[in-house]
T-cell receptor, first 110, second 116 residues
Framework: QQPVQSPQAVILREGEDAVINCSSS?????VHWYRQKHGEAPVFLMI?????EQKGHEKISASFNEKKQQSSLYLTASQLSYSGTYFC???????????FGTGTRLTVIP | DGGITQSPKYLFRKEGQNVTLSCEQN?????MYWYRQDPGQGLRLIYY???????QKGDIAEGYSVSREKKESFPLTVTSAQKNPTAFYLC???????????????FGPGTRLTVL
């Protein structure tokens, strides 16, 4: 039930944009996005719920295609502080727990 | 300040020994979770608890045990039956008992366990 993330890694220069994708083979109730800095705990970014409700950050946006069981995280005008590993977590319909993807390592360079 | 604390930050264990990782939260959250993270991998769920005195196995519960005697505490014991326990362990909590469906999980700083 683990979702698949792509790309596995990406390097950006400051100011560039990035898109991180997450897809599941199961019907989804919600998609969660977290960012983890090296050696630290993951930090919540955003939740996208079935039906279109979105809860999360102002500076980061995301989409959730329920029919395709896919979500994308959009990082615009990247900053050095955006560096880290981004994880998506999915909750299937009828399930209660998060299943996390293997992560996308994002590196922003000056 | 409210939050989740885990101790110790680093833990070394000899093979064959049991070890207990502490997780405490003062957020008054109902649900608590234990995850394991291996290098280059995502988080895998070990155990979770939605209310006091109740807990359920996650995907990789073999070789681990937990207890939930108090709302604020959810310790994890790594037993000698766990074949490859070296990993980064993360505890999380969430308000409400609806599982992970619609809520933000708050994570502790983690414990890095190394088996010598």
């Amino acid at each position: 039930q683990q979702p698949v993330q792509s790309p596995q890694a990406v390097i950006l220069r400051e100011g560039e944009d990035a898109v991180i994708n997450c897809s599941s083979s199961k019907a989804l109730y919600s998609v969660h996005w977290y960012r983890q800095k090296h050696g630290e705990a993951p930090v919540f970014l955003m939740i996208l719920l079935k039906g279109g409700e979105q809860k999360g950050h102002e500076k980061i946006s995301a989409s959730f295609n329920e029919k395709k069981q896919q979500s994308s995280l959009y990082l615009t005008a990247s900053q050095l502080s955006y560096s880290g590993t981004y994880f998506c977590g999915t909750v299937g319909t009828g399930a209660n727990n998060l299943f996390f993807g293997t992560g996308t390592r994002l590196t922003v360079i000056p | 300040d409210g939050g989740i604390t885990q101790s110790p930050k680093y833990l070394f264990r000899k093979e064959g020994q049991n070890v207990t990782l502490s997780c405490e939260q003062n957020l008054n959250h109902d649900a608590m979770y234990w995850y394991r993270q291996d290098p280059g991998q995502g988080l895998r769920l070990i155990y979770y608890s939605q209310i006091v005195n109740d807990f359920q196995k996650g995907d990789i519960a073999e070789g681990y045990s937990v207890s939930r005697e108090k709302k604020e505490s959810f310790p994890l014991t790594v037993t000698s039956a766990q074949k490859n326990p070296t990993a980064f362990y993360l505890c999380a909590s969430m308000v409400g008992a609806g599982g992970g469906r619609g809520g933000e999980q708050f994570f502790g700083p983690g414990t890095r366990l190394t088996v010598l």
